[in-house]
């Protein structure tokens, strides 16, 4: 009779994964393996090579978190004066930041002055039944005036010849070119 022993005999460890507790996750190892054994073993040899490189840079550092201790320990007025010019850097960085937030205000104090001279004055030209628009270049015109009278030597600008003749036009066929094109005829196609 081939019952459960024969069973056992003929194939051994059947019997074992049927009944026994864990077959299930023996079938589900193996599964995985089968479906999923290349890549976890790329995962696994890519996590290894990362780790030696991380443990190598860690190595080669010269000041590790154990480094760092050990020196605030043995020389604590190294670590103060360190310290003491970080706050000096810091304060001279505040001051300058503050220094040129001033000087922006300023400009932009003088700024709405000068527009407000402007409106002003546009107001009493226009009150006086004058052209604004005249008044303000005017007054621009004296601006740049007196700016340019303040600098050392005006400058004068050379006389420039232009890179062409005065008659060439290149859009127009002329010109003494060998090639001429002109546009085809409007209207409708004389096709049939």
């Known amino acids: 009779s081939l019952g459960r022993e024969g069973n056992r005999g003929l194939e051994p460890g059947v019997g074992k994964l049927r009944g026994g507790r864990g077959a299930w996750l023996v079938v589900a190892v193996g599964s995985l393996l089968a479906n999923y054994g290349w890549y976890i073993l790329l995962a696994c040899v ?31 007025d190294l670590v103060v004066r360190r310290q003491e010019a970080l706050a000096a850097a810091r304060l001279r960085m505040q001051e300058e930041l503050n220094a040129q937030a001033e000087r922006y205000k300023e400009k932009q104090r003088q700024l709405e002055e000068e527009k407000r001279r402007q409106k002003i004055a546009m107001w009493e030209s226009m009150q006086e039944g004058k052209s604004y628009k005249g008044n303000l270049k005017l007054s621009q015109q004296e601006v740049e005036s007196g700016a340019s ?38 209207g409708p196609s004389a096709g049939g």
């Open 149 to 186: 009278t303040s600098s050392a030597v005006p400058k004068s600008k050379p006389n420039k010849k232009p890179l062409r003749g005065g008659g060439y036009n290149p859009l127009s066929g002329e010109g003494g070119g060998t090639c001429s094109w002109r546009p085809g005829r409007r």
């Open 46 to 76: 890519a996590i290894y090579v990362i780790v030696q490189k991380i443990s190598q840079s860690l190595a080669a550092r010269p000041g590790g978190r154990s480094g760092a201790v050990d020196a605030a320990d043995i020389e604590p």
